[in-house]
């Protein structure tokens, strides 16, 4: 039966790796040090570091006097887009205190108080009516033909605050394809001008250039779009709701003047 002793003694191999992981633990920070003090040493006459620029500062640099511009339009844009969308509206092209105090005068058959009402105001179905009841007196077919030729003017009228949106739409795309043309001269000819070790960063700004412009005009022109689509559909929709709307008031005007001519014959 195996001793005490012959049964805790430990094997020389495990007493040995022991003795050399804790040297090689030991000597770590002696070495990190005394790699530390020559990097110290050095340090003051090495170039000091660039501090590392957020995302949003290096888009700006890298867009350059092309990005500004782009912005310029953007904010155009917005402004644009804010303003359509308080004038293209309802309340606005066809008001309704001006139906509600046309149809009052109506039922009292002040045919003069349509008329000075509908041509002081300055909606589009105002004026509608007013030119209808200009050309009531020879007939109703000229009075809705007339109010007809006006609906087209008021229709190009408005088609006209929205065509802005169409020229950011197609200049958006052409601004990004002149970014991008820029930044790949500016690539290229880095490439072709070294005659020493290539750099990368010079080759790559440009392309960063590139492509960051590209997607910038893309960016803008996708709402730009978008958003002439929807006020074209607006156009259309508010234009033909207030010409049937002025149509319809002029022919009950017709109707209730030749009901009231009518009446004494009766």
Known sequence: MASLQDRFT????LVLASVLVGMFLLSRPVEVQAQAEPAAAAAPHAPAAHAPKSTLAWIIETSGWIGAFLLVISIFFIATVM???IELREPI???PELIQECEALLVKRDYNGIYRLAKDSSSELGQLIATGMA????????AREAIDRLGEAVTVEMEKRISMLAVVGTL???IGLLGTLKGMIASFSVIATSDAQLKASEVAAGISEALILTFEGVFLSVPAIYFFA???NRVSSLSVQSVNLADDFVRRVHNAAHKKAAE???
């Open 264 to 266: 004494p014959t009766a």
């Open 93 to 95: 092209v066809m008001p």
């Open 10 to 13: 430990v094997p020389r191999w």
């Open 230 to 232: 929807v006020f074209k």
């Open 83 to 85: 303003r359509l969308f």
């Open 172 to 174: 958006g795309p052409l």
């Open 135 to 142: 050309a009531l007196s020879s007939g109703l077919s000229d």
